[in-house]
C-alpha cells in the first residue's frame, strides 16, 4: 500500500508539472512550450514578446493558482478535521463573508465619496487590504468566542451566523448603491487568480506558508481529533489550543487567499474528499502534501478552461471550479459507492 501511494504522490507531482506548463503557454497567446522552456531557464524566446508575456502575467498568475488551490485544500481539510463534517469547507466560519464585506464597504461605500475620491480608493492592492482586514475581523471575532464555546457544533453554528450577519450588510450595501459600485462588486465575487503583480503573489506566499506551518506542526492532534474529542485528550493533545491554532491556520489560509483571489468555491470542500477517494487514507501526514498537490493541480485545470485557449475571452473562475470539480466528485462518489472520512 505504501509503494502504491508513493506512485500515486509521484503521478500527482507529475500531473501538476505538466498542468504549470500547459498553463504559461496556453492562453489568448499561444506559445509553444519549447519557448516556454527556454524564457523559464533564462534563454531567449524565438519572440522577445513571449517572455516578457510568461514573466509579467502568466508565471504569476499560474503560482497564484498553485497558491490558491493548495491553500483553499488545506484550509478545507483542516475545518473537515475539526469539526468533523464531511460538508465543511474553509469558509464555514465566516472568515469568506467578512472579506466580501470588507471589499464591499470599500466598492460600494467609496460611492458615497462620490467621483474622483470613489476612483482613487478601489485599487487592487487597497480591495485586498479591505478584504484582508474583513477577514481578519471576522476570525478575531470567532477566536474570542470560541475561547467561550467548548462545543465546536456550536463554534461552527457561530461561523455560520457571522456569515449571514456579513452577507446581510453586504445586501444592504447593495441595495443602495450605484449600478457601477454594484458591477464592479460582482466582478470581484467571481474571484481570479490573474492581475496579481510580483509584490502580491509574495504576500499571498507568506500567508500560504505560515497556515501551511501551523498545519503540519499540527499533524498529531488532528490525527487524534479523528478518533474524537475525548480520545484526543487521553493522548494530552490540548483541545482549547488545538481549535484556536486550527481556526488561526484556516483564518490566514482562506483569508490571505480571499483577499487576493476572491472568493474561490468549491476547491476547498471537494479536494480533500477527491485526496482521501485517492489514496485511501484518513492519516493527515499523507493527505495534507497530498491536498498541497491535488488542489495545486485542480486550481491550474480550472484557469486554463477559465482563459479559452486561443481566445481573448475569461470566464469567472468560480463558475468553473465548480462546472469541472462537482461531476468529479459525483462520479467518484458513485464508483466508491461511499464517502471515505
Known amino acids: 500500500m505504501m509503494g502504491s501511494r508513493k506512485y500515486r504522490f509521484i503521478l500527482l507531482a ?21 519557448d516556454t522552456l527556454k524564457s523559464l ?6 519572440r522577445e514578446s513571449w517572455g516578457y508575456i510568461i514573466w509579467n502575467y502568466r508565471l504569476p498568475k499560474a503560482l497564484t493558482a498553485m497558491l490558491v488551490g493548495g491553500g483553499l485544500s488545506l484550509s478545507g481539510l ?7 463534517n464531511p460538508l465543511a469547507g474553509p469558509f464555514v466560519l465566516g472568515v469568506s463573508s467578512g472579506a466580501s464585506l470588507g471589499a464591499a464597504l470599500l466598492i460600494m461605500g467609496a ?8 476612483a ?3 485599487t487592487d492592492v487597497s480591495l485586498a487590504i479591505a478584504s484582508g482586514m474583513g477577514s481578519l475581523l471576522v476570525l478575531l471575532t470567532v477566536l474570542v468566542v470560541s475561547a467561550r464555546l467548548k462545543d465546536a457544533m456550536a463554534l461552527l453554528i457561530v461561523g455560520l451566523m457571522f456569515g449571514s450577519i456579513t452577507a446581510a450588510l453586504v445586501t444592504v450595501l447593495s ?24 509584490n502580491q503573489v509574495g504576500l499571498l506566499g507568506i500567508f500560504f506558508f505560515v497556515g501551511t506551518g501551523i498545519s503540519i506542526a499540527l499533524l498529531k492532534a488532528l490525527n487524534a481529533l479523528l478518533l474524537g474529542e475525548k480520545y484526543a485528550a487521553t493522548l494530552g493533545i490540548s483541545l482549547p489550543r488545538t481549535r484556536n491554532w486550527t481556526i488561526l491556520a ?14 474561490i468555491a468549491f476547491i476547498g470542500l471537494a479536494v480533500p474528499h477527491l485526496a482521501r477517494q485517492l489514496l485511501g487514507s484518513q492519516d493527515h501526514r499523507v493527505l495534507l502534501p497530498a491536498v498541497l498537490l491535488y488542489g495545486a493541480l485542480l486550481m491550474l485545470v480550472c484557469d486554463m478552461i477559465a482563459q479559452i485557449p486561443f481566445s481573448a475571452y475569461v470566464l469567472p ?10 461531476p468529479v466528485v459525483i462520479w467518484l462518489l458513485v464508483r466508491r459507492k461511499r464517502m471515505i472520512f
Open 14 to 34: 507529475a500531473l501538476m508539472l505538466v498542468a504549470f506548463l500547459a498553463n504559461l503557454s496556453l492562453g489568448s497567446v499561444h506559445i509553444p512550450l519549447a
Open 41 to 46: 531557464t533564462g534563454s531567449e524566446a524565438v
Open 78 to 84: 483542516l475545518m473537515q478535521t475539526l469539526f468533523r
Open 111 to 118: 460611492s458615497l465619496l462620490g467621483g474622483i475620491g470613489g
Open 120 to 122: 482613487f480608493l478601489v
Open 175 to 198: 441595495y443602495f448603491s450605484a449600478a457601477e459600485q454594484l458591477q464592479q462588486y460582482i466582478f470581484w465575487s467571481y474571484g481570479s487568480v490573474g492581475n496579481l503583480s510580483w
Open 250 to 263: 484556516t483564518g490566514l489560509l482562506a483569508g490571505g487567499i480571499t483577499a487576493f483571489a476572491g472568493p
Open 317 to 326: 473562475i468560480n463558475a468553473i471550479t465548480s462546472l469541472v470539480g462537482a
